[in-house]
């Protein structure tokens, strides 16, 4: 076997049939990353003219440092057949050494051990041969994170994916998810919300939803010029779709004041019957809370006027899988279910248009219902997403002394840089 410096058509002939592709594996990926400041590389292990692993390498100098290589989501290869891996490999740091590499960083899409949708371990499926393979290789694992508060990987470890391989159709994937996300999603229908295609125009009101996001769930938001240049490239090949969610505030208002007609004449025609007591009663709570509901909508258009963008979703298209993400929401709105509703349009497309995944990213690994992460685990669980726990982050040393001084500026860099935030 001969390790190669791949072509990028050789490179995505190969990486497209892979099933541990990824978006973060495409060269688009690497035209995203150019306007950041990273170099990219497609290398390669042939089998004769046959391509039997590769990966997408990036590559940035480390200020007072030699260079950083990262194979986001990488490698590309059958991780049942090691021999190969470690052919790869070899290749590798031959390659590394070449680039006057500092270390290479990789985070595989691969399942470390199998979970069930509620994150319950499957026995006897733990990756071990593959964890001892990398270290033998002399990688350096960075450690099973649980929390995604104490998260230092590039990407997350613990992602939940919705299997649609099975599914024929959305009716398929709806019967298979809990009561309470069915009604979240039969609720988000009647409350006059509309699903809107971004483009460069409107993607400020994305960035909007994510700045709140931002503040509200304590993560470092990127700017506009971030979501806009990654936009840009991506949409030259419909890679990527980001979707708005409208709600009409006045059109609610409007219904609920024909609701509450309704149901003052329902009472007018039931007074004085003795056989319909229970229905009155029934009848004056409703009437209660469309009031309550007829007040606050009538404030909300006074503050927001009537009609606003209150929620959003950044998905990727690319490979087996669509990929959610970003999502962003504002918390006063939340109750009209809209991140429900968005997510029920993508699974839908997904099937219709032949993926074999909705992967709905990042969660926590601790499933404890009193934790901080386990309410978005919970949504995404509600759609009968699996939990996947991944292998995680390793880093493959080139320069040992330099990368242990690094080690310790990045560290004393990242302290600084929290204090500030």
């Given at each position: 076997?001969?390790?190669?410096t791949l072509?990028e058509k050789?490179?995505l002939?190969?990486s ?8 973060f594996?495409?060269p688009?990926w690497?035209?995203?990353k150019?306007e950041n400041?990273?170099?990219s590389?497609y290398v390669g ?6 391509v039997v692993a590769?990966t997408?390498l ?7 440092f ?6 986001p989501?990488?490698?590309?290869l059958?991780y ?5 891996l ?5 290749g ?12 290479l960083?990789i985070n595989?899409y ?10 319950e371990?499957?026995?006897g499926?733990a990756?071990?041969d593959?964890m001892?393979?990398?270290?033998e290789?002399?990688f350096?694992h960075?450690g099973?994170y649980?929390d995604q ?6 990407e997350p ?7 649609l391989?099975?599914l ?11 009561k309470?996300?069915k009604?979240?999603?039969n ?5 006059s919300l ?15 939803l ?5 503040e509200r769930r304590?993560?470092?938001d990127r ?7 990654m936009?840009?490239i ?10 708005l969610?409208e709600i009409?505030?006045?059109e609610?208002l409007d219904?609920s004041?024909?609701?509450?007609e309704e149901?003052e ?5 039931f ?12 009848l ?8 309550d509901?007829?007040?606050i909508l009538e404030?909300t258009i006074q503050?927001y ?14 490979g087996?899988?669509?990929n959610?993400?970003?999502g962003?929401s504002?918390?006063?709105f939340?109750?009209?279910?809209s991140?429900?509703l968005?997510q ?5 497309y997904?099937i219709?248009?032949?993926y074999?995944?909705?992967n709905?990213?990042?969660i926590d690994g601790?499933?404890d219902?009193?934790s ?9 669980r ?11 982050e390793f ?5 040992k002394p330099?990368?242990?001084?690094y080690?310790f500026?990045f ?6 840089k929290?204090i500030k935030?």
């Amino acid at each position: 076997m001969e390790f190669v410096t791949l072509t990028e058509k050789e490179f995505l002939d190969y990486s497209e049939k892979s099933p541990y592709t990824s978006f973060f594996q495409m060269p688009l990926w690497a035209e995203v990353k150019k306007e950041n400041g990273w170099d990219s590389y497609y290398v390669g292990l042939k089998d004769g003219k046959k391509v039997v692993a590769a990966t997408l390498l990036l590559s940035k100098k480390i200020k007072f440092f030699k260079n950083m290589f990262y194979a986001p989501r990488g490698f590309l290869l059958d991780y049942s057949n090691l021999d190969i891996l470690e052919e790869f490999v070899k290749g590798i740091k031959d390659f590394l050494k070449d680039k006057n590499a500092l270390f290479l960083k990789i985070n595989p899409y691969v399942d470390y051990q199998e979970r069930t949708v509620d994150g319950e371990i499957v026995p006897g499926t733990a990756r071990d041969d593959l964890m001892n393979k990398l270290k033998e290789l002399e990688f350096i694992h960075n450690g099973f994170y649980i929390d995604q508060d104490k998260k230092t990987d590039l990407e997350p470890r613990w992602i939940s994916v919705l299997d649609l391989e099975n599914l024929s159709s959305m009716d398929d994937a709806y019967k298979n998810m809990r009561k309470s996300c069915k009604w979240r999603i039969n609720n988000s229908r009647k409350n006059s919300l509309k699903i809107i295609e971004a483009d460069e125009e409107n993607l400020f009101e994305f960035k909007n939803l994510m700045k709140h996001t931002a503040e509200r769930r304590e993560f470092v938001d990127r700017p506009l010029s971030y979501y806009l240049n990654m936009f840009k490239i991506l949409k030259r090949e419909n890679l990527v779709k980001v979707l708005l969610v409208e709600i009409n505030f006045q059109e609610l208002l409007d219904t609920s004041k024909k609701n509450l007609e309704e149901n003052e004449k329902q009472q007018e025609e039931f007074k004085g019957k003795g056989n319909k007591e229970k229905q009155l009663k029934e009848l004056e709570l409703e009437k209660e809370r469309l009031v309550d509901k007829i007040g606050i909508l009538e404030s909300t258009i006074q503050e927001y006027g009537e009609k606003k963008i209150i929620a959003g979703g950044w998905y990727m298209l690319y490979g087996r899988e669509i990929n959610y993400l970003f999502g962003a929401s504002y918390k006063q709105f939340m109750k009209y279910n809209s991140q429900y509703l968005l997510q029920y349009e993508m699974i839908d497309y997904a099937i219709q248009n032949g993926y074999h995944a909705f992967n709905f990213y990042g969660i926590d690994g601790n499933f404890d219902e009193n934790s901080k992460g386990f309410g978005l685990f919970d949504f995404k669980r509600g759609f009968n997403a699996c939990v996947h726990e991944l292998i995680g982050e390793f880093d493959l040393i080139i320069d040992k002394p330099r990368y242990s001084i690094y080690r310790f500026a990045f560290s004393l860099y990242k302290k600084v840089k929290k204090i500030k935030n």
